[in-house]
Each structure stands twice: as C-alpha cells, then as structure tokens.
Nanobody, 117 residues
Framework: EAQLVASGGGLVQPGGSLRLSCTTS????????MNWARQAPGKGLEWVSA????????YYPDSMKGRFTISRDNTKNTLYLQMNSLKSEDTAVYYC??????????RGQGTQVTVSS
C-alpha cells in the first residue's frame, strides 16, 4: 500500500521560507512523476508543482514561478518543495502525490503551512 506523508509545514512570517518534504513508501518512487498540491480553507485543490520521474522536467503555474522549487532525491524516495517569499495567500494544507497532476491519483497526508505575521 502506498504511503505518502508530507512534512515541514508550520507558521512563517510573510517573506519567509519553508522546505516541505514528502516521504514515500510502498511505491517504486523513481518510476513516478510527483506533484505538490494545496488546499486553502474554503477553496478547491490547487496544483502547485510537478516533477518528472527522473527530475529532469518540472512544472509551475505562473503564480509560483520564481518562488517555489520542486526537487526529488530518488535515492531517498523523497520529494521536496522549497518555498521562498511566502505570502499570506500561500496559507494552505500542502499535499504530495505520485502522479503528474493531482486529479490523476490519490494524495497523501498533508502538512499545514500558515503564513502570517
């Protein structure tokens, strides 16, 4: 059974940074593209970023280009999301999943990110 657990969230001030991690088990991590998605209170799921299986291809929506960086370590079965210049509108629960787009597969356990002064 696949397990994906996001961690690294917390409370950060506007302009601050966080690095999220997603540890996986029960899947052959290196075979899957991975994505990050988020859900803010009262809003739908938003695609944050995606990365190909080898790490050579990445995707970001325009609103996150230059602020967020997705990466992966296939030797550690772990996905990362470096988030810089955080804004209050980045407050959400962040999830990882083993597919390119979040609509294509189930997401794992999320981590709360709160951006507030």
């Amino acid at each position: 059974e696949a397990q994906l657990v996001a961690s690294g969230g917390g409370l950060v001030q506007p302009g601050g940074s966080l690095r999220l991690s997603c540890t996986t088990s029960g899947i052959t991590f290196e075979n899957y593209p991975m994505n990050w998605a988020r859900q803010a209170p009262g809003k739908g799921l938003e695609w944050v970023s995606a990365i190909g299986a080898s790490g050579g291809t990445t995707y970001y929506p325009d609103s996150m280009k230059g602020r967020f960086t997705i990466s992966r370590d296939n030797t550690k079965n772990t996905l990362y999301l470096q988030m810089n210049s955080l804004k209050s509108e980045d407050t959400a629960v962040y999830y990882c999943a083993n597919c390119w787009h979040p609509s294509q597969c189930m997401r794992g356990q999320g981590t709360q990110v709160t951006v507030s002064s």
